[in-house]
């Protein structure tokens, strides 16, 4: 089994599926949202926090080398995999650097370590996101906070980028779903795809053991 990335629209449903995917698959979650909150609160000067017009292009770097860390370590070790879930963030730039560093630490490719989750809501309205927002927002996530205004714009800016992001999925050969309707059986239907590629590669593995070498 491969360590897994979603990335997606805000809202879109990312950390549900890293917590199902924990539950069922045993990987461990990486939360970006919190890696972004602490760099926005320690270091304001480099404009990474949530709400900075550049920060997707400020923290590529970062988390293309902390991902690839993390992938090494767990290859090494044979570890538990990890699923991260991504929304602030140029996949164009992630993966670049990705490809680059994978190919020094470990003469591998980014399809070869990660498995690759694309989620949209191509049919909703940004009214449609507010009302998600408003429903389901906790304590918790840092568009609690916003005010009316505020939430109108994100939600309006989060309809754009699920446009940039669907574009993006297909370019760079992601599992898409579309969780506009019925988002939870979407989500469960996931794991149910994931949970059989791990059943097949365990039987793939199983097979190769048992055959003979050719004489």
């Given at each position: 089994?491969?360590?897994?990335?979603?990335w997606?629209?805000?809202?879109?449903?990312?950390?549900?599926?890293?917590?199902?995917?924990?539950?069922?698959?045993?990987?461990?979650?990486?939360?970006?949202?919190?890696?972004?909150?602490?760099?926005?609160?320690?270091?304001?000067?480099?404009?990474?926090?949530?709400?900075?017009?550049?920060?997707?292009?400020?923290?590529?770097?970062?988390?293309?080398?902390?991902?690839?860390?993390?992938?090494r370590k767990?290859?090494?070790?044979?570890?538990d995999?990890?699923?991260?879930?991504?929304?602030?963030?140029?996949?164009?730039?992630?993966?670049?650097?990705?490809?680059?560093?994978?190919?020094?630490?470990?003469?591998?490719?980014?399809?070869?370590?990660?498995?690759?989750?694309?989620?949209?809501?191509?049919?909703?309205s940004?009214?449609?996101?507010?009302?998600?927002?408003?429903?389901?927002?906790?304590?918790?996530?840092w568009?609690?906070?916003?005010t009316?205004?505020?939430?109108?714009?994100?939600?309006?800016?989060?309809?754009?980028?699920?446009?940039?992001?669907?574009?993006?999925?297909?370019?760079?050969?992601?599992?898409?779903?579309?969780?506009?309707?019925?988002?939870?059986?979407?989500?469960?239907?996931?794991?149910?795809?994931?949970?059989?590629?791990?059943?097949?590669?365990?039987?793939?593995?199983?097979?190769?053991?048992?055959?003979?070498?050719?004489?």
């Amino acid at each position: 089994m491969k360590n897994i990335l979603i990335w997606g629209p805000a809202r879109v449903g990312k950390t549900t599926l890293a917590k199902k995917l924990q539950n069922k698959l045993g990987h461990s979650i990486v939360c970006t949202d919190s890696l972004v909150t602490a760099f926005g609160q320690s270091f304001p000067q480099l404009e990474i926090g949530h709400g900075y017009p550049h920060v997707a292009m400020n923290f590529a770097p970062f988390i293309a080398q902390y991902l690839c860390v993390l992938a090494r370590k767990s290859k090494m070790l044979n570890g538990d995999k990890f699923v991260a879930a991504l929304t602030h963030f140029s996949v164009d730039d992630v993966f670049a650097k990705m490809e680059e560093l994978l190919h020094t630490l470990n003469s591998s490719k980014l399809h070869e370590e990660f498995t690759l989750i694309g989620l949209t809501y191509s049919h909703k309205s940004w009214e449609d996101i507010r009302r998600d927002v408003q429903t389901y927002d906790t304590a918790d996530d840092w568009t609690f906070q916003l005010t009316h205004n505020e939430l109108d714009a994100f939600c309006k800016g989060s309809v754009e980028h699920n446009k940039f992001f669907a574009k993006k999925f297909i370019e760079h050969n992601f599992e898409v779903y579309d969780v506009s309707y019925e988002r939870d059986l979407v989500l469960d239907k996931i794991v149910a795809d994931l949970l059989e590629t791990k059943k097949l590669g365990r039987v793939a593995t199983n097979l190769k053991g048992t055959c003979s070498p050719s004489a």
